[in-house]
Structures are given as structure tokens and as C-alpha cells.
């Protein structure tokens, strides 16, 4: 999976909505053919979103872009993928899951439609929405179910299925979403999932609590956040970004470290803390990871 920083979910029947996106800077686009879209517009989404990845690709857009499908219950799920598995696509997002064997039935019908559609095969990657008391209680499982899983991505919405499911009241502090964030990211990890996401801020009225939303998230290891809305694409990129503070100091950590190493020695004391070996694999990490956005 690439890094992103911010991914908007863009409704799949709107596809000029798209090119705004990425007009205002976003990493990724999901876009949308599960809630956002009227039930008696199903099909004309699949047509425009299959009509905005070819365009997208067409015309050189890099950005990241995956499908939010509707779910196995509704039996829309086979034409969703029928329509959308097409080359240029980087992915599907996949909602409600209860477990595993969600993900099995996932993957046989893309592999059906990634050589029905002529795409590379294996090419297209899985965004495991956690957005249920079960895919969360399965999350571990869910994580190495395929080699397509990408990431999970840890919902954690106000009054939508998640709170539904668990039944947590919402607070913009977030404490009775930490376990289960939580939970998500060390999944990941152990997983080998390197990028996992968060989401989604709704109160389009508090750009404090949505930055400090992504501050908290970002601490806490998720390297990126699902959006809803435009306004959210600079707060997400500035802050899922390495500051210009951790590289002077991380850069400056490794410059000290090969000078005390050349000397002859495995520690050295910089900025007043004590770095060895395992620091300086920190630094070139984040070092590393920044790069990923020096063009922005």
C-alpha cells in the first residue's frame, strides 16, 4: 500500500467531485458506491466511478483510489466489483465485515472479475473497514486474512454503524474509542500492515476538535485518516506529515550518531537523551517516510 495521509470519501455518483479533491491536495479518494449513494442510483454510480478511474488514469492523476462497496447481505456487491475492477484501480474498501470468512468471500469474486476485466492478477488490494462490534473483536484475523488486505481502517463515527454496533456515546476526547483504536493499530503492525487508518471526523464546524482528532489519532500510530469532506485535507496532510521539527532533529540525530560511530563508539548523547543503535533506525524511518511527500 502507498502512503496516505488523507483519504476522502467521495460519493460515487458525483464523479466531478473527484477532480476537486485533488484540486485541494488529497493523497486518496474512496469513492463511494455503499451510503452516500441513493439506492435508486446504484447503477449509474457504478458507471460514473468506473467512468472516473479510467479518466483518472487517462490523465495521469497518482493519486490513490479505492471503491467503497456495498456489503455481502445486499447482493449488490457482485455487480459493484463487476463494474468497478478495472485497471487503474488501486482497491476496494470493504464494509460490515463480521470476520475472516468475509474476506474469503471478497477475494474469490475479485479474482473472478480481475480476469473477466483483464487486470493484473492479485493487482487490487483490500481496505478492511472496522466498522462493527465483530470485525473489531476479529480485527487480528481480519488483518492477515489475504495478501490483499492493505490496512484496516478503525471507524470510529458519531451515531453511525459502529456506535450503533458497540454502543458507545461519542465525545470528541475519544476515550471510549482508545481500546479499539487502539487494538487497530497493533493489528496492523503485527500484520505487517504498515499504514493503518483512522476515521471519520463529522462535526464540520469544529476545525479545533478536527485537528486535534488527527493529532491524537497520529500519536497514537495511525499514519493516516478517511474523510468526508474537503476541509479536512490540510489538517490531515499537515499533520499525518513528518513537521519540519522531527527532520532537522532526526536528521541532526544521525549526524551526531556517524560522528560518535566513527570515533569508536555505539551511543552518543544528542539534544540532552541518550541514542544508540535502535534511535538512529527510528530517525532513518522517519526520515525515510517523509520523503514520501517532498514534492508536496
Not at 34 to 50: F, G, N, T
Not at 89 to 96: I, R
Not at 106 to 119: C, I, P, R, S, W
Amino acid at each position: 500500500m502507498r502512503p496516505v495521509r488523507s483519504l476522502l470519501f467521495v460519493p460515487g455518483h458525483r464523479g466531478t467531485w473527484v477532480e476537486k479533491a485533488i484540486a485541494k491536495g488529497v493523497d486518496g479518494v474512496i469513492l463511494d458506491l455503499e451510503d452516500s449513494v441513493p439506492h435508486d442510483l446504484k447503477a449509474e454510480a457504478r458507471a460514473e466511478v468506473a467512468r472516473s478511474i479510467t479518466r483518472l488514469r487517462e490523465n495521469g492523476a497518482e493519486i490513490a483510489v479505492y471503491v467503497r462497496l456495498n456489503p455481502l447481505d445486499t447482493g449488490l456487491t457482485g455487480d459493484d466489483i463487476a463494474a468497478v475492477a478495472l485497471p487503474g484501480l488501486d482497491g476496494f474498501s470493504l464494509p460490515k465485515l463480521s470476520g475472516r470468512d468475509d474476506i474469503v468471500r471478497y477475494e474469490a469474486l475479485v479474482t473472478h472479475f480481475e480476469a473477466k476485466n483483464g487486470v493484473e492478477s492479485g493487482r487490487i488490494e483490500f481496505l478492511a473497514n472496522l466498522e462493527t462490534a465483530e470485525s473489531y473483536a476479529a480485527c487480528e484475523e481480519i488483518a492477515k486474512a489475504s495478501p490483499r488486505i492493505a490496512t484496516l481502517f478503525a471507524g470510529t463515527a458519531r451515531d453511525a454503524d459502529v456506535s450503533r454496533s458497540i454502543g458507545f456515546t461519542f465525545t470528541p476526547g475519544g476515550d471510549e474509542t482508545l481500546y479499539l483504536r487502539s487494538r487497530a493499530v497493533l493489528a496492523c503492525r503485527a500484520a505487517g500492515l504498515e499504514f493503518p487508518l483512522v476515521g471519520v471526523w463529522q462535526d464540520l464546524a469544529d476545525p479545533e476538535g478536527a485537528r486535534n482528532f488527527s493529532v491524537r489519532n497520529r500519536e497514537l500510530g495511525f499514519r493516516g485518516q478517511v474523510l468526508i469532506h474537503p476541509a479536512h485535507i490540510d489538517v490531515a496532510n499537515e499533520v499525518f506529515s513528518p513537521s519540519k521539527f522531527e527532520v532537522d532533529f532526526y536528521t541532526g540525530m544521525i549526524e551526531a550518531f556517524d560522528k560518535a560511530e566513527a570515533q569508536g563508539a555505539a551511543a552518543v548523547v544528542y539534544e540532552g537523551m541518550h541514542v544508540d543503535y535502535a534511535h538512529i533506525k527510528t530517525a532513518r524511518e522517519v526520515l525515510a517516510y517523509a520523503r514520501n511527500f517532498d514534492k508536496n
